[in-house]
């Protein structure tokens, strides 16, 4: 039980261009979503907190107007990374926390390498 | 501010070794901390700790937390190739969902 999945796995895209990323709780209703970035050999930053019905709560420094975030359902999360540049490619992950579950408890999803041109 | 420290921020053992990874933090109204394993992809969970003084097993792995000094450890013994990998703590206050982790101990085991 417990499974997170991401779409697209990796995607390359032009300077300038959209992603849309996809994060899906499977078996689980997930009231809130975190979606948090990671560079190469460093550590997990969170980017934002998704509330199912609400606005996503960003981290200081993130650019909200950057990094759109939907919670639409209790299972879909997505994140747009609007006029993508290169200094946005990094691995996006995302994280669901069950409704029912622990508070505590994050299930990662598997991850989305964005490599822009 | 919150903050997760955690040592050695890299670590070369041979196959059979014990190692010891460590994370201290700072955290307002603490709640949890929490170890993954990270491979490749996302990270895999591994324990959750609240309580001081209580050890959490799982086959070769334990991990345990002292609220006092505000740290905790995680061990593997008999390390496997397999082992290799970014381990994450990460804590958690009473109020808010989010997770605060530190920057990880990358542990290569060597055959």
């Known amino acids: 039980g417990a499974v997170v999945s991401q779409h697209p796995s990796w995607v390359i895209c032009k300077s300038g261009t959209s992603v849309k990323i996809e994060c899906r709780s499977l078996d689980f209703q997930a009231t809130t979503m975190f979606w948090y970035r990671q560079f190469p050999k460093q550590s997990l930053m969170l980017m934002a907190t998704?509330?199912?019905?609400?606005?996503?709560?960003?981290e200081q420094g993130v650019e909200k107007d950057k990094f759109l975030i939907n919670h639409a359902s209790l299972t879909l999360s997505t994140l747009t990374v609007t006029s993508a540049h290169p200094e946005d490619s990094s691995f996006y992950i995302c994280?669901?926390?069950?409704?029912?579950?622990?508070?505590?408890?994050?299930?990662f999803g598997p991850g989305t390498r964005l490599t822009v041109l | 501010e919150d903050k997760v420290v955690q040592s050695p921020l890299s670590l070369v053992v041979h196959e059979g070794d014990t190692v010891t990874l460590n994370c201290s933090y700072e955290v307002t109204n603490f709640r949890s901390l929490l170890w993954y394993k990270q491979e490749k992809k996302a990270p895999t969970f591994l324990f959750m700790l609240t309580s001081s003084g209580i050890e959490k097993k799982s086959g070769r792995l334990s991990s345990i937390l002292d609220k006092k000094e505000l740290f905790s450890i995680l061990n593997i013994t008999a390390t496997q190739t397999g082992d290799s990998a970014i381990y994450l703590c990460a804590v958690k206050g009473l109020y808010g969902n989010k997770l605060v982790f530190g920057a990880g101990t990358i542990l290569r085991v060597k055959s």
């Open positions: 998704s509330n199912e019905g609400s606005k996503a709560t960003y």
């Open positions: 994280s669901a926390r069950e409704a029912s579950g622990r508070a505590d408890t994050q299930y």
